[in-house]
């Protein structure tokens, strides 16, 4: 099935560095979200974005619905270990409820 | 805890035996979907209720699957005759229809192994 191009594919940081991750698609998207997945565990919600070239934050989280709306990105700043997990993103098209996923970035941060 | 829950949450079966999982959607929710993920990919779509109503579902369910909200509260997911590709977690989400309705919230999984 689809998915969307997501990269980096897995990150190493040191804690304290910043992070960024981006996620793209040849097809225009109405809504962009960003989960965050532990291992065993599901998908959390981290943000969610309606409009293109919409900014929004969420604590230390901050993404970007990118204007051509075939693309968002994810910044983590001043990371900690517990940000550890991967990071998917996720798109919804109009006419259909289903959400089509990224492969995930695999975030690592050593202490 | 009033998140999404599922149940159970790890299931072995032999190849060939059928299986059922349920979902609890978040109380007031009355959107309610099914994805599943294997190893190193993300959730891929199954199907998805509004309320009661099997709405969309998607290619990748095959015959052998079939998933009910009969009273558009909880939801089951029944796979006949597995195989052994159906190993995969098996996902639940649930979301509210109306301004946010694509804020998918998921539930634990229940990761399927069929020997």
């Known amino acids: 099935g689809q998915q969307l191009n997501q990269s980096p594919q897995s990150m190493f940081i040191q804690e304290g560095e910043d992070v960024s991750m981006n996620c793209t698609s040849s097809?225009?998207?109405?809504?962009w979200l960003w989960y965050k997945q532990d291992p065993g565990e599901g998908p959390v919600l981290l943000i969610a974005?309606?409009?293109?070239?919409e900014l929004t934050s969420n604590g230390r989280l901050t993404a970007q619905f990118g204007i051509t709306r075939k693309d968002s990105f994810l910044n983590i700043s001043a990371s900690i270990p517990s940000d550890v997990g991967i990071y998917f993103c996720?798109?919804?098209?109009?006419?259909?409820?289903?959400?089509?996923f990224g492969k995930g970035t695999k975030l690592t941060v050593n202490p | 805890d009033t998140g999404v829950s599922q149940d159970p949450r790890h299931k072995i079966t032999k190849r060939g035996q059928n299986v059922t999982f349920r979902c609890d959607p978040i109380?007031?929710?009355?959107?309610l979907y099914w994805y599943r993920q294997t190893l190193g990919q993300g959730p891929e779509f199954l199907t998805y209720?509004?309320?009661?109503?099997?709405?969309?579902k998607s290619r990748l369910l095959s015959d052998r699957f079939s998933a009910e909200r009969p009273k558009g509260s909880f939801s089951t997911l029944e796979i006949q005759r597995t195989e052994q590709g159906d190993s995969a977690m098996y996902l639940c989400?649930?979301?509210?229809?109306?301004?946010?309705?694509?804020?998918?919230?998921f539930g634990p999984g229940t990761r399927l192994t069929v020997t």
């Open positions: 109380s007031e929710h009355n959107r």
């Open positions: 996720a798109g919804q098209k109009g006419g259909s409820e289903k959400l089509v």
């Open positions: 974005l309606y409009k293109a070239g």
């Open positions: 209720f509004q309320n009661e109503a099997q709405l969309e």
């Open positions: 097809s225009i998207f109405n809504t």
């Open positions: 989400a649930s979301s509210l229809a109306g301004t946010l309705d694509y804020e998918q919230y």
